[in-house]
């Protein structure tokens, strides 16, 4: 075979082991890509978070002055084994009986970080305690890995306001007026915080939660058939009174946990306490409750 022959041979074997080559590398490579995707996959997540589970804690406190709302800053306190935070929305949830109130967006996000963080969102939230005494925040924190987690604040609040009785409430004999039906009630009081029974004339019973702070009287009635939604709620003052303890207030009615106007102002106050405000004084769609008990 003639010399040029053999070398147009060569160049054409070269030219076809270089492009297979090529091809194989391409392969290769695609390959490698293909696993680094798979990583990066939900499957990829779940095994880093087998390998290095994301865990954190929210379990703080703050202190707050009655009816004085304060910043909110919630801490994110990363206890991983190094793996960090990857972001994620945090959600929280005032106590059901009204003796925080959260002012802004209860939900949030939060930023993927190297470890612990302390959030402050921008725009709010802010917290107020309505009630003297210890409350609870509770915080839920889903992370960008789908895991989640529950803690708390604790909030803890000073009375600013002069008591208008520092007498216990727990009594069974109280009487009440509730949208012009008569009743008993028996409270029990701790800390501010009182639960309790409510029978009325008709035979209607309601459980009763509720609670007061310097001048404020708050109580929800549930219904035995209704306990998720209460059936009504009142809010008013509370006084001493030629030896009584006195409550005034202004009641909103629910229907499946909807309020629901009166069609009539509903006029059930036998005596009102002293300095008794025209925020209390009912208008057409409003209820009113009373109720009364000896202090002796």
Same mark, same amino acid.
């Given at each position: 075979?003639?010399?040029?022959?053999?070398? &147009?041979?060569?160049?054409?074997?070269?030219?076809?082991?270089? @492009?297979?080559?090529?091809?194989?590398?391409?392969?290769?490579?695609?390959?490698?890509?293909?696993?680094? &995707?798979?990583?990066?996959?939900?499957?990829?997540?779940?095994?880093?978070?087998?390998?290095?589970? %994301?865990?954190?804690?929210?379990?703080?406190?703050?202190?707050?002055?009655? +009816?004085?709302?304060?910043?909110?800053?919630?801490?994110?306190?990363?206890?991983?084994? $190094?793996? *960090?935070?990857?972001?994620?929305?945090?959600?929280?949830?005032?106590? %059901?009986?009204?003796?925080?109130?959260?002012? $802004?967006?209860?939900?949030?996000?939060?930023?993927?970080?190297?470890? @612990?963080?302390?959030?402050?969102?921008?725009?709010?939230?802010?917290?107020?305690?309505?009630?003297?005494?210890?409350?609870?925040?509770? /915080?839920?924190?889903?992370?960008?890995?789908?895991?989640?987690?529950?803690?708390?604040?604790?909030?803890?609040?000073?009375?600013?306001?002069?008591?208008?009785?520092?007498?216990?409430?727990?009594?069974?004999?109280?009487?009440?007026?509730?949208?012009?039906?008569?009743?008993?009630?028996?409270?029990?009081?701790?800390?501010? +915080?009182?639960? $309790? %029974?409510?029978?009325?004339?008709?035979?209607? /019973?309601?459980?009763?939660?509720?609670?007061?702070?310097?001048?404020?009287?708050?109580?929800?009635?549930?219904?035995?058939?209704?306990?998720?939604?209460?059936?009504? #709620?009142?809010?008013?003052?509370?006084?001493?009174?030629?030896?009584?303890?006195?409550?005034?207030?202004?009641?909103?009615?629910?229907?499946?946990?909807?309020?629901?106007?009166?069609?009539?102002?509903?006029? #059930?106050?036998? %005596?009102?306490?002293? *300095?008794?405000?025209?925020?209390?004084?009912?208008?057409?769609?409003? $209820?009113?409750?009373?109720?009364?008990?000896?202090?002796?």
């Amino acid at each position: 075979m003639p010399d040029t022959a053999v070398s &147009t041979l060569a160049e054409r074997a070269k030219a076809f082991f270089s @492009s297979t080559a090529g091809m194989i590398g391409s392969a290769a490579a695609a390959a490698l890509v293909a696993g680094v &995707t798979a990583a990066m996959s939900p499957i990829g997540d779940y095994l880093r978070n087998q390998l290095w589970p %994301e865990r954190i804690v929210v379990d703080q406190s703050i202190a707050v002055v009655e +009816r004085a709302p304060v910043p909110l800053r919630v801490a994110l306190t990363d206890l991983s084994a $190094g793996s *960090g935070l990857s972001g994620g929305r945090v959600s929280i949830r005032e106590p %059901e009986d009204g003796s925080v109130v959260l002012h $802004g967006p209860s939900t949030f996000s939060y930023p993927e970080a190297e470890g @612990s963080i302390d959030l402050v969102p921008e725009g709010g939230p802010t917290v107020e305690g309505r009630v003297p005494g210890r409350s609870r925040l509770t /915080v839920t924190v889903q992370t960008n890995r789908g895991r989640s987690f529950q803690g708390h604040i604790d909030v803890r609040t000073t009375a600013s306001r002069p008591v208008a009785s520092s007498k216990n409430l727990s009594a069974d004999a109280w009487i009440i007026l509730l949208n012009r039906r008569e009743g008993a009630m028996t409270l029990h009081e701790e800390g501010n +915080r009182f639960t $309790g %029974e409510a029978e009325m004339a008709d035979d209607e /019973v309601f459980s009763v939660k509720g609670w007061r702070d310097g001048e404020t009287f708050h109580v929800a009635f549930y219904a035995r058939e209704q306990s998720g939604h209460p059936a009504y #709620t009142a809010d008013g003052q509370y006084c001493e009174k030629n030896g009584w303890l006195i409550v005034n207030a202004k009641t909103i009615t629910y229907r499946a946990g909807v309020p629901t106007p009166n069609p009539v102002p509903l006029q #059930t106050m036998r %005596e009102r306490c002293p *300095g008794f405000p025209a925020s209390l004084a009912p208008l057409d769609g409003d $209820g009113t409750f009373f109720a009364s008990v000896a202090t002796h």
